[in-house]
């Protein structure tokens, strides 16, 4: 999906002072953003207590939204620089086409991993006809510099490898490796996305790699998380330092995992470009802007998107996170 926020400021992300060393258990509560006329979604990265948890940049949540009657999700042409980007349905479908030629219908629990490398463009649509429920998450990986300019691919994997733990738990690894699993997205950096399937009344423990920082984003269910209850539409962080993690669903729950090894580098995120300075972010508008470098979309009916304005304010100085 894309940022439509038309007042994107730019942001400096990454840098090991952001990183909280030992277990921590931090409440982040999402900013509602309209992405569009029909879809609104619930963004927990960046957040203004948090930035990244490993090299996951970005994290919205959306639905479930029953769209019957709705377009549902249309997002137009726009770009992407320096990330890769997952979708991940619980409900509903999305139909992805991209400047390298892919046309993919991405189906629940389906990977969709797009890697913008050093430019792309792509469309996301509810195809016609639908499901009546949209439900899922769009997600942002940032590149590591020896890999952000790499050729932009689209990986689709609709078979990814599961994790039975004891105690009702079943995770699928989305991205990188969990308790042994690998998923076969590409990876770049060290790291760990994976969806949790929790039964009705159940506790069970989640192996985690004490070099990791993680969060978990709840996406439905009455779950908690190492003893904090966590709403669907919030994510709690938990900093390093873990060998497991503590879970129990009330309901049957959905969850979802983000890991990784802490992303030293310092980048720089504006819109849906991540580089590592204003002058690039501003090359890449302008390349956007006049129709080069980023490639075409076809297929898609209706315009391409324009890039809102940069900030008259250059970039924002880093801050602490508190
Ligand atoms: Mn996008």
């Known amino acids: ?26 409440l982040l509560s999402p900013r509602n953003v309209r992405l569009g006329e029909s879809t609104e979604v619930r963004r927990l990265l960046p957040n203004l207590g948090r930035r990244m948890v ?46 390298t030629g892919s046309l993919q219908t991405v ?32 997600l942002w990986v940032a590149l590591p510099d020896a890999h952000r300019h790499v050729e932009p691919h689209f990986q689709h994997h609709a078979d990814l490898p599961r994790v039975t733990g004891g105690g009702g738990l079943t995770a699928t690894v989305v991205l990188g490796e969990l308790d042994g699993a690998l998923s076969p997205g590409t990876t770049y950096t060290p790291i760990v996305g994976a969806d949790l399937a929790l039964a009705p009344d159940t506790e069970s423990r989640l192996p985690l790699d004490p070099d990791f920082e993680y969060a978990v984003l709840a996406m439905s269910g009455e779950v908690y998380v190492d003893g904090v209850p966590v709403l669907p539409g919030s994510m709690l962080y938990l900093g390093c330092g873990r060998t497991e993690l503590p879970l129990r669903a009330a309901s049957a729950a959905g969850l979802m995992l983000l890991g990784g090894e802490p992303f030293e580098e310092e980048i720089v995120m504006w819109w849906n470009f991540v580089g590592r300075s204003g002058d690039e972010i501003a090359q890449a508008r302008n390349d956007w802007e006049k129709g080069e470098r980023f490639g075409e979309v076809h297929g898609y009916d209706g315009a391409r998107l324009s890039a809102p304005e940069l900030p008259a304010t250059p970039l924002k100085p880093r801050g602490r996170v508190r």
Request: glycine share 10%; charged share 20%.
């Open 1 to 26: 999906m894309s940022n439509l926020d038309r007042q994107a400021a730019l942001t400096v992300c990454g840098g090991r002072g952001f990183v909280v060393a030992e277990p921590v258990r931090e």
């Open 54 to 99: 490993g090299a996951w940049a970005f994290v919205d949540h959306y639905g479930p939204d029953d769209i019957a009657d709705e377009p549902g999700m249309q997002v137009p042409p726009h770009p992407h620089m320096g990330l890769q980007t997952v979708s991940w349905l619980h409900d509903g479908e999305v139909l992805h086409r991209d400047s």
């Open 107 to 138: 189906r629940p629990r389906e990977l969709g991993l797009m890697t913008s490398g050093r430019a792309i463009s792509h469309s996301e649509e509810s195809p016609r006809p639908h499901a009546r429920f949209l439900h899922g998450a769009q």
